[in-house]
């Protein structure tokens, strides 16, 4: 799906997919066959990969090491590393010209900010034996708590640049508004829904206990959707605009599989 919409957008990067090293390049599985259109289709680079797991006490991300793999795709200059779980609203294409870093990532706005925590939704890395070898140990230390995210904040914490969460960090769940003025980042601004999906370039489906969107479940989408303000006009801006997020999801994606990992490359 992030294929489709980056190449109808006109992204000027390659498109890279790893991909599950045991999938049959044919037409004679579901799998196969979703990799052949994304070749064909939109030419796509398929590169087949071991999947990295480890055991730890939450299985919803017991394979995101896997996205790590990019700081190892040494073929690139740069490598924007997209979750399969977000959907692109405008061309990012701007981003490989920054200023030359190791990593490049937002900010995890929703947290503690005096945790300066990172976020490994958008990850922009410019690839190197070096940097793989200090990400592989770290994933080697790491506990079994600690998934993409945390490995990356214990790398790269003090030293990452730092990318706008306002336009490429945006989350589904801040649309609840129970941390506009974390994203917003200041008290002055109006929390305005239709404004910043307006300015954002991404948006990350994160609704917790909503599953993923190729999951979604509607009784519980129902319990948790933004509400309308209470007044009497029943401004319901930010919960079409959420349910309207999901709709658009669900019609881009007939069938579809988390364990891709999805890459842009220059």
Request: hydrophobic share 35%; charged share 30%.
């Amino acid at each position: 799906m992030l294929f489709e919409i980056l190449h109808r957008l006109g992204t000027k990067a390659d498109l890279l997919m790893m991909y599950p090293a045991d999938y049959q390049l044919n037409d004679r599985t579901q799998e196969g066959e979703l990799l052949l259109k994304a070749k064909n289709m939109y030419g796509v680079k398929l590169t087949p990969i071991q999947v990295q797991s480890r055991l730890g006490s939450d299985d919803t991300w017991a394979k995101s090491y896997t996205k790590l793999l990019a700081f190892n795709q040494t073929q690139y200059d740069r490598v924007l590393s997209l979750d399969s779980d977000t959907t692109v609203l405008k061309l990012m294409d701007e981003l490989f010209l920054l200023p030359s870093t190791p990593v490049a990532l937002p900010r995890a706005f929703w947290l503690d900010p005096k945790e300066h925590k990172l976020t490994s939704l958008l990850v922009l890395v410019e690839p190197s034996e070096a940097e793989f070898k200090r990400v592989e140990k770290a994933t080697e230390e790491a506990g079994p708590d600690d998934y993409d995210m945390e490995i990356l904040n214990k790398v790269y914490g003090n030293s990452a640049m730092i990318i706008p969460h306002r336009k490429y960090g945006l989350l589904t769940r801040t649309f609840w508004e129970d941390h506009a003025k974390a994203y917003l980042g200041n008290d002055y601004e109006k929390w305005d829904p239709e404004k910043v999906i307006k300015e954002a370039s991404l948006i990350h489906f994160s609704d917790w206990p909503v599953p993923k969107p190729w999951l979604s479940n509607k009784a519980k989408m129902e319990q948790v959707a933004p509400k309308c303000d209470g007044k009497q006009s029943q401004d319901c801006k930010a919960r079409e605009i959420w349910f309207g997020l999901y709709e658009d999801f669900a019609k881009r994606r007939k069938v579809g599989s988390s364990s891709f990992s999805t890459d842009l490359q220059c």
